[in-house]
């Protein structure tokens, strides 16, 4: 296949049912759920942009084991025109989706390619787990499917390792060894975009402790698998469609979010990466390229969302003409600089690229890292900035069907803008609401602060891997200047 449509992918997800509950109720079919439906449309309109051949050289840029083109994604970079075809790749997909999107299918593939590029390491635990890894991103690149993950354990108690837990599986983990694979039981979160994924990966994240040997699994399953079910939380809008005038961010870009439950789950022993190894599990990160690879195309993504709030600030003071306020400039001048450094970041990262031993050309991670801790901070500010400028305006937007109202002539008189009419200065704030002050404005908020992990950790992880020696040697260099204290005796 390689490169698949939009209907080949609908057409997937309605042929390979899964077990998804939402608001208490089974889903028969997630493409014509309202809670699903329109995020699955929007992810085939990923896969039919990636089809059309106007936009082939860009997002089909690699190839798959018969040499047809395949998701850019996929490609390991040898070149810096790799490294920038992979970008634009990424700049194209997030602006179709102004970056609202986190787990757009290249997401995924990116960290396919990484792990496939760092093969070697799965190889310490047996020739038969890198093989396995091998057909897998193979199977997943040739078939053009779309992959979501579920890395972090249920909160239950942050004070006690998985073993220690009250119950042996609440946390995913292995409860017997078969000839025909793993028995897995317990719970994974947050599987966003689960309930319209094709299939999962599960491993961990680098925090497994002495003791936790059977949750140190990596493996990948369709999530049609007998026992796995999904629990997904509540949409936004209570069992109706959104509408797209009153909301046309959130009733298009609704990221699904799911607890997935392991009951007693057969998992191949094809399908199975790593097996009941800490070390393994915890060393997956550093063992190979996956952060270089995946924080491309997690800064792309986050740079377009970023510009999109920036620009909604900028619509809305324009719209009422705020903008001749030195505090307004402010806080938007601020925002553009933002754009400027994280954009900053990742040309840099691409500039300072280096050759890995088998010949990758691997981004500087630091100013990818840079930009991990700066979006979870900078985003939240310009959420804020978006209201305080759009202020009280932000909550007085009238509904649609008052344009079809008795009090139509008073929506377009009194809702008109300085520099717009009442229809497009409603347009925007509406646009502006999405963003910043519906429940799907609070939920992205909440998803880019915990978006690459707990930001305490990602913090101190600067301090630790940064280049304090560059600073270090500054000050050295400026306390010698002193010299030694005159008539000191040594």
């Not at 680098?206 to 949750?215: C, I, N, T, V």
């Not at 979010?257 to 009941?276: A, E, G, H, M, T």
């Not at 959420?383 to 202020?391: C, D």
Request: proline fraction near 5%; include cysteine; charge should be neutral.
């Amino acid at each position: 296949m390689g490169v698949r449509s939009g209907s080949e992918y609908l057409r997937h997800l309605q042929a390979h049912s899964r077990e998804v509950w939402a608001e208490g109720q089974r889903v028969e079919d997630v493409t014509r759920h309202p809670a699903f439906g329109r995020t699955a449309a929007q992810v085939a309109r990923l896969y039919d942009l990636q089809a059309d051949p106007a936009h082939a050289k860009v997002l089909a840029a690699a190839s798959d084991s018969r040499g047809r083109p395949c998701a850019t994604a996929f490609l390991v970079p040898k070149t810096r025109d790799d490294l920038r075809i992979r970008r634009a790749a990424f700049e194209t997909v997030a602006e179709q989706t102004f970056g609202l999107l986190g787990r757009s299918p290249d997401f995924m593939n990116t960290m396919l390619a990484a792990f496939y590029d760092g093969r070697d390491y799965f190889r310490k635990a047996g020739a038969r787990f890198e093989d396995n890894l091998v057909r897998y991103v193979e199977h997943v690149r040739d078939n053009d499917l779309f992959l979501t993950h579920a890395l972090i354990t249920p909160q239950n108690d942050r004070s006690k390792a998985s073993h220690e837990q009250v119950q042996p599986d609440l946390h995913l983990g292995v409860v017997r060894e078969t000839d025909e694979g793993l028995i897995v039981r317990g719970a994974r979160m947050l599987a966003t975009m689960g309930p319209v994924a094709d299939e999962v990966l599960i491993y961990s994240l680098p925090m497994l402790k002495p003791g936790d040997e059977r949750y140190a699994v990596a493996f990948a399953l369709p999530l049609s698998t007998p026992g796995l079910r999904q629990i997904a939380r509540p949409p936004f809008e209570k069992g109706l469609a959104r509408d797209h005038y009153e909301h046309p961010l959130a009733s298009r870009f609704e990221e699904p979010d799911s607890l997935l439950v392991f009951d007693d789950v057969l998992v191949p022993w094809d399908r199975v990466f790593i097996n009941q190894d800490v070390e393994l599990s915890n060393g997956m990160y550093g063992g190979t390229a996956v952060r270089q690879f995946t924080a491309q195309q997690t800064s792309v993504r986050g740079l377009v969302k970023l510009k999109l709030v920036t620009g909604a600030m900028i619509a809305v003071a324009r719209a009422i003409k705020a903008d001749i306020h030195l505090h307004v400039q402010n806080m938007i001048g601020e925002c553009l600089d933002a754009v400027e450094m994280v954009e900053s970041c990742i040309v840099r990262a691409e500039l300072e690229a280096e050759a890995a031993p088998n010949g990758t050309l691997r981004p500087n991670l630091r100013p990818y890292h840079a930009i991990r801790t700066f979006l979870p901070t900078i985003y939240p500010r310009a959420v804020e900035y978006l209201q305080k400028i759009g202020a009280g305006g932000l909550l007085m937007m009238p509904a649609e069907s008052d344009f079809a109202s008795p009090v139509a002539r008073d929506v377009l008189k009194y809702y008109q803008g300085a520099a717009t009419g009442s229809v497009d200065r409603i347009r925007i704030f509406k646009l502006a609401w999405d963003l910043c002050g519906d429940a799907f404005a609070s939920r992205q908020m909440q998803y880019e602060r915990y978006y690459v992990g707990d930001p305490v950790r990602l913090l101190a992880n600067s301090y630790h891997e940064g280049n304090r020696s560059a600073c270090t040697a500054l000050v050295d260099r400026a306390l010698a200047l002193a010299g030694e204290p005159a008539g000191m005796e040594r």
